[in-house]
């Protein structure tokens, strides 16, 4: 194989995304100058919204225009129902970050422990592999029935899913150290602790660190539908809020966005992975 | 009859049969002693037990039978008078070379500064020649330079004693040798007492006191201790001169070719008093022909040998 230049991959994404925007914007022209509306619809959805471009496909400037004008002002608020997507996304993050940490914080000593004994182990494995393949949702009816409170029950949404890829992973990490490690640390006397925090959990660290990831790659694809069932703030709102308004572009634009923080994210926990990960 | 320093007595090993099979047992009745300052080297095939009996030194592992007393005390878990070198090094990856060192240095003397651990582990990874390396991951090092590596670690934290199974095993003939010219010279130099496996017959007799010979397994002994009589300052340039070199290698080659197979089914021994032999004091006369098939005689009479020394 001949070597590729650096700019090769770049230059090739570039005439992807040509290409795309190419074919989306001309064949949203068509529809639009195409379209005929049946008066009973135009009638039902309102004579604006079934002739005007709103409820048409928009084309690529149309979003383009719209996103510009987000990112030039994402945090306006007019009223509950009209706040800046740089505000809704915050909420969103917010909601993420704070289940994932309160996960973190439960599922990785959890993990240490179930990891460290076969007995416990095989004691809570039954229990994990019930729960485990539970949709996250379905918890949210029971959430806020007992928290009462739809903020927190996204949380705990958040919390519940994030949960399970860190514990696994972290359970499987500690339990697979290599025994030669642990026979230094003996032979050394190091004490139980030290053992855990220089030992273990370094060696593990990698395996956690896969576990983290997951776990935020599933919690922000959870808090878009938990928002959209709870309301109130968030970009799964937005997104649903938009939905009621027939404003595709902002759907449009929102999807983007989502798109991009989602990938943030991953980005952040890949560095992270990165400086534990060592090489054998 | 003085006590030695390390005292194995009666050592037994047996791994439960499952599912009704009887019981395998690897190695039975094992005794032996090492001295202070003493250099001993455990020769015998795969599988017959030698891993598990330095593990039992190292308290890793337990005996099913029978005990280690060192420096009279019973050996009940691993201790910092015990440093380990593993056969496959076993350095942390995460840790550069200096601090793997100082990994144990820290543990040996927690009340120590880290300016001071730091210190003492760079002199021990120098004495190994590795003081251009300090700040180099495993993962960056060359076989024989993680053993040195291992080496350092065991050394830094002044054992009592050093256990060393088959630490050059994976290494080419080379570097082999030159590591064993420096594990020869600090070991002069501070006379630690060692216990190592190999299976390198050469080895064991540039490096040893004394060679600890096992027959194979199941049932495993120590068939015989063969002392190494040439003088002490040997190296591996000269070692080879010296008449007894060739009278001790050939013992020690006939043991394992011929001899260590059908060991276990003869009841001639007392396994509390291994037969010592020191073929190297033969004269001419009593090389051991290599095809000499073994009878219990043999080992009663191997020329002017001495039994018993070990009480
Ligand atoms: N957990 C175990 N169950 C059954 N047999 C074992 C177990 N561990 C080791 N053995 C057996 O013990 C014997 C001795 O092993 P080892 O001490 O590693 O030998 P060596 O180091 O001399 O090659 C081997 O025959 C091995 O099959
Ligand atoms: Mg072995």
Redesign the pocket.
Known sequence: MKPTSFWAAPILSVLFFGLFVGIWHFSTQQTLGEVTVDPEYAALIGAQAATGGQSAMPGPLDVGAKLWEHIRDPFYDRGTNDKGIGTQLIYSIGRVLIGFALAALVAIPLGFVIGMSPLIYKALDPFIQVLKPISPLAWMPLALYTIKDSNISAVFVIFICSLWPMLVNTAFGVASVRKDWLNVARTLEVSSLRTAFQVILPAAAPTIMTGMRISVGIAWLVIVAAEMLVGGTGIGYFVWNEWNNLSITNIISAILLIGLVGMMLDTMLAQLARAVTYKE | MSQPFLKIEGLT?R??GSGGAPD?T??ENIFFGIEKGEFACII????????????VLAGLDEATEGGVVMGGREIAGPSLERGVVFQSHALLPWLTALGNVAFGVRSRWPQWSSKQIEAHSIRYLEMVGLGGALHKKPAELSGGMKQRVGIARAFAIEPKMLLL??PFGALDALTRGTIQDELLSIVQATHQTVFM?THDVDEAILLADKVLL?SN??Y?KIAEIVEITMPRDRTRATVHHDPQYYRIRNHLVDFLVNRSKTYAGEQGDDPVHPPVVRPGLDGGAQVVPLAKTPTPSDQASPGPALRNASN
């Open positions: 090993k791994f439960a395998f690897v190695f015998g095939h795969s599988g017959c037990g030698k891993t598990t009996i330095l593990n199974d088959e496996i096992m397994g199941p495993a």
